[in-house]
């Protein structure tokens, strides 16, 4: 198993550091390097990752849709690949990224470190959606994070585009996982033989609630600061029991208790307040 992601560098910190009006040489997580241009998410792997390149890039090429209504809900939250190059840097694709996306890790830096509960609402439901496709589609992701995903604040969407890398079949031998996932899995006692297992996936989720209300390292406090619901913070304090469907409909009934009847609460926040003019 190859369990050695190489770590983040830190001083790739985001979408926000231009070299170009139209192409940004933006971070570098993990063995995944990110940058963008208006309509492109240009992913570069690591030289040495080339076995997980391909075996990510027949993911995306591959991921399945029962019928045309299940592709117009699910695709513009999963990658499509557009190009695949070899560069000096590595195996790249470019994915279909709509300019009114940002990165959410940007996203939460621009809030001053945490999103208000209520957003985190939106984003984590958008996540379970896409967990009880992976499940349907008989897939672990293996990498859900800030950095993995791509939204648009102002109409509540997300899209799963990072960390395909490390997806593999359900029930399958972990070819590779990131940091993150390492410490999961260690933390769980579960490192000796992994295999592709939802419950990855759901806690993954879990672990960025609390990361997007700056809790990343430690247990949300109910209550804190006086904006997180009781309900909310015990429900990211907890641990999935591996059945997406169960958690998306336990999900819900947190968001009603925390948050009372559905509602839009807006988020005027735009790529260009992120990332000045393309």
């Not at 990510?56 to 939250?77: C, H, K, N, W, Y």
């Not at 006692?189 to 592709?196: D, F, I, S, Y």
Request: net charge positive; hydrophobic share 45%; aromatic share 6%.
């Amino acid at each position: 198993m190859n369990g050695q992601a190489t770590k983040p560098d830190a001083g790739r910190a985001g979408f926000g550091r231009r070299t170009s009006p139209r192409r940004r040489a933006d971070r570098r997580v993990g063995i995944e390097r990110f940058g963008r241009t208006p309509e492109r998410l240009r992913i570069t792997l690591a030289p040495d990752a080339a076995d997980l390149f391909r075996a990510g890039r027949q993911t995306i090429e591959s991921l399945p849709f029962a019928d045309p209504v299940m592709r117009s809900e699910m695709a513009p939250r999963l990658p499509r690949l557009c190009a695949v190059a070899d560069t000096a840097d590595g195996p790249a694709v470019d994915l279909a990224c709509p300019a009114e996306l940002v990165g959410l890790a940007d996203l939460v830096a621009h809030c001053g470190g945490r999103l208000p509960a209520a957003h985190v609402g939106w984003v984590l439901s958008s996540l379970y959606n896409i967990a009880c496709y992976l499940d349907w589609a008989g897939l672990v992701h293996g990498a859900i994070s800030a950095e993995a995903c791509l939204v648009d604040p102002a109409r509540h969407d997300l899209a799963l585009l990072g960390g395909w890398w490390y997806a593999a079949p359900l029930a399958a031998p972990l070819a590779a996982l990131p940091v993150h996932g390492l410490a999961r899995l260690a933390a769980a006692g579960q490192l000796r033989r992994p295999v592709a297992d939802p419950a990855q996936d759901l806690d993954a989720i879990r672990a960025l609630g609390r990361t997007l209300l700056g809790c990343p390292h430690g247990p949300m406090v109910p209550d804190h600061d006086g904006t997180v619901p009781p309900a909310l913070a015990a429900w990211l304090n907890g641990r999935s029991a591996g059945d997406p469907i169960d958690d998306y409909a336990g999900w819900r009934a947190v968001l009603r208790a925390a948050f009372g009847p559905p509602r839009f609460v807006p988020l005027p926040v735009h790529a260009r307040d992120l990332y000045g003019p393309w």
